[in-house]
């Protein structure tokens, strides 16, 4: 809960990614701590709330999942207004997923707010052995685009938490 004199955010956070990546895995291992191992890929167009406080802020995430629109290899404008954050994966796993985020962060940079804060995902890290993309290919196209870059699996919670704590922070920061 908010602090006396700590400032409060409300900050939209969208997903993008192609199909399969783990959007919706990362949002319910955020927000409900469970993973599960054959995901519904289109159940609901979802909405999650959750909480985060920092010490200079507290952040109440908006976060909106697809509904598995990005099938169709873009998404609404609607589902871009007014976000102040957007998660991009894809599956180190899958060098096609990677190839297509780079696409996905196009379309965002046609679409979305010129300041969202933008993190660039590399997810199923647990998948290290079935490795397509290397951390540096991800590193470096997040450089070059103005967002940071992070690896996580949802599988194994291994940097979800750090991942929204990062964007919370930049949000505080931005504010
Ligand atoms: P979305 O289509 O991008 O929302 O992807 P989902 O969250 O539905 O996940 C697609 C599949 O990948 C499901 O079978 C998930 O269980 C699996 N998955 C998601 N995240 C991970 C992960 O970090 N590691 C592994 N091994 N599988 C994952
Ligand atoms: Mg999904």
Same mark, same amino acid.
């Given at each position: 809960m908010a602090r006396p004199g700590n400032k409060i955010i409300q900050a939209k956070l969208v997903l993008l990614g192609?199909? !399969? =990546?783990g959007k919706t895995s990362l949002v319910l291992r955020f927000v409900k701590g469970q993973f599960f191992d054959?995901?519904?890929? =289109?159940? !609901?167009?979802a909405f999650f709330t959750q909480i985060l406080s920092l010490t200079e802020a507290t952040v109440k995430f908006d976060i909106w999942d697809t509904a598995g629109q990005e099938r169709y290899h873009s998404l609404a404008p609607m589902y871009y207004r007014g976000a102040a954050a957007a998660v991009i994966v894809y599956d180190i796993s899958s060098m096609d997923t990677f190839v297509r985020a780079k696409r996905w962060v196009q379309e965002l940079q046609r679409q !979305?707010?010129?300041n969202m804060v933008m993190a660039f995902v590399a997810n199923k890290l647990d998948l290290d052995s079935k490795r397509e993309v290397q951390n540096e290919d991800g590193e470096q196209f997040a450089q070059e685009n103005g967002m940071f870059f992070m690896e996580t699996s949802a599988k194994t919670a291994q940097n979800i938490n750090e991942l929204f704590y990062e964007i919370a922070k930049r949000l505080a920061r931005a504010h």
């Open positions: 192609d199909m !399969g =990546t054959h995901q519904e890929p =289109t159940i !609901g167009a !979305g707010n010129p």
